[in-house]
């Protein structure tokens, strides 16, 4: 845990109740241990829905939905959301989710592996949330930026790896190497890319807020 688990815990209890929809989803996949949102990033995402108020919204990562229902629930826009999802097993209940909530209209749920699929898009997208595979981040980025309208904003979720970011590479778990060093090397390039401004901050277990900055764009 990156902040202090007493304070967080102290922090989410401030948070608003979910709706009946999402709190149901929500108990249902950690009695399953399918990995969703930690508390504090749902709150943090609900603020920057009510800030940014984004029309056409992309995730990539849809796992059980609850991501895309609670973008669609509090966003005060009247927002479309296209969710990418690749692991078979969690499509159905995904589809079953946003149908029992009266979604299905709302949410456009594409099957399939996204380094396949962003290629295949177009238009341009207003906001996007990133809480796929963490090691695939670096190759689906290019697409990623590509769909990011001028002024529009990237949220990835997980990026500071419960803290073993700053680690030294001997000091991860083998089998978290990998993953360790192609976050670092997307926070890298997220950070140094002159298109971009992009600020990270300790909420859950990191968030990166990457926003495409016009001026860069606009005078190309």
Known sequence: MIVDERMATYLNSLGPDLTPQLAAVEEKAREEYVPIIRKETQNFLRWLLMVQKPQRILEVGTAVGFSAMLMAEYDPADCH?????????RIPIAKANFKAAGLE???????GDAAQILPTLEGEFDFI????????????????????????MVVTDNVLQDGD???????????????YKRMREYLYTITHDPDLTTTILPVGDGI?????????????
């Open 81 to 89: 959301i296209t969710t990418i999802e690749n692991y078979e097993k």
């Open 105 to 111: 209209e709302r949410i456009t749920l594409l099957e």
């Open 129 to 152: 949330f990133m809480d796929a595979a963490k090691g695939q981040y670096p190759a689906f980025w290019p697409q990623v930026k590509r769909l990011l309208a001028p002024g529009g």
């Open 165 to 179: 970011i700053i680690e030294s590479h001997y000091a991860v778990t083998r089998r978290n190497r990998t993953i």
């Open 208 to 220: 990166a807020l990457t926003i495409k900055n016009q001026m860069n764009v606009e005078n190309r």
